[in-house]
């Protein structure tokens, strides 16, 4: 049996891929169902009722669960589905024209559900931009997203958003273990935020050093979950 010493929870986004249910089955098969973190993966909507896994995450929700809402997923059905976790204000999605008020509607719509958002910020700064800048943008958009909102019952990730699908976060200077960190402590202190996790980037060599940071409680990769080695060792990596 593994040992469960300082467990972290690592959340893979598959994005939108693959791009057929065979591939999604297959991927998903290949992740190690028991490692050592707690680890979620999210594979396109379409596919979260095929794929097989102990723990999976949405990308995306509507903020109501049933009625004439065109093409929109409700997060009482991925309940149902046995979905835990669901990302909430990915950059990608705010570059789409998802908004701060759609955003906490989503939010609060989750938890009414009992399914844990993981609320995504830093979408807006930049690499020129020194840690108080960079936390005068997170708190706006924590304020917004956490209005009437039980800030403990929420995981928050943290992702510069140039870092992300950069290929590697060490790039800027910004985007170190230790700026993660910091923000990290922010949100915790100034919000009551009990997790954050850290996205930008994150593969199986740079994960160590953002997972033995004390504040940053795991990862949100992207384009390292879709490669089964590279992800197999980051959630079973020892920190
Ligand atoms: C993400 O999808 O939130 C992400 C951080 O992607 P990547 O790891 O590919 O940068």
């Known amino acids: 049996m593994k040992l469960k010493h300082n467990q972290k929870l690592i959340i ?3 994005k939108l891929n693959p791009l057929t249910l065979k591939e999604a089955v297959r991927l998903a098969s290949k992740i190690d169902p028991q490692p050592l973190h707690e680890t979620v993966i999210c594979p396109p909507t379409l596919f979260l009722s095929s794929v097989k896994y102990p723990r999976l995450g949405a990308q995306d929700c509507f903020w109501l669960n049933k009625g004439a809402y065109t093409g929109q997923t409700s997060p009482l059905a991925l309940k149902k589905l046995g979905v835990k976790y669901c990302l909430v204000g990915h950059s990608e999605n705010r570059t789409a024209g998802e908004s701060e008020e759609m955003i906490q509607k989503k939010v609060s719509a989750l938890l009414s559900v009992k399914i844990t958002p ?9 690499v020129e931009e020194d840690d108080l800048e960079v936390t005068d943008i997170i708190k706006s958009q924590l304020t917004s997203a956490l209005a009437g909102i039980d800030a ?5 990730a943290y992702e510069p958003v140039w870092a992300i699908s950069s290929g590697d976060p060490y790039h800027h200077k910004m985007a170190t273990p230790d700026h993660a960190e910091k923000i990290a402590m922010f949100i915790k202190t100034k919000f009551g935020v009990k997790k954050v996790l850290y996205g930008g980037s994150a593969n199986s060599t740079n994960a160590l050093e953002f997972l033995e940071q004390p504040d940053i409680d795991g990862l949100l990769p992207g384009g390292a979950s879709l490669l089964p080695k590279d992800f197999n060792q980051i959630i079973n990596m020892s920190c």
């Open 12 to 14: 893979g986004n598959w």
């Open 118 to 126: 993981v609320l995504c910020v830093g979408f807006g700064t930049t």
């Open 152 to 156: 403990s019952k929420i995981v928050v």
